[in-house]
């Protein structure tokens, strides 16, 4: 599995956008602002971090709403 999860700069889990298997390639997926109970998070900065096999890529974003 190839998972997507977002994380806000307390290292709270916010929420897993994808977690399956993906052949090579580019893919792009949009977070529509909220946790994993479905609510709004506030606008800030998070962490998104994105396994591959045993590589982890972590890199900032910033939400505004």
Known sequence: PV???IY???GQHIRTLIN???EPGSYSV??????????LVSSGIFIYQLKVGEMS???RM???E
């Open 3 to 5: 998972p997507l999860t």
């Open 62 to 64: 910033l939400l505004l």
């Open 8 to 10: 806000n700069m307390l």
């Open 57 to 59: 890529f972590c890199r």
């Open 20 to 22: 399956d298997t993906r």
């Open 30 to 39: 949009i977070w529509d602002g909220r946790d994993r109970a479905g609510r």
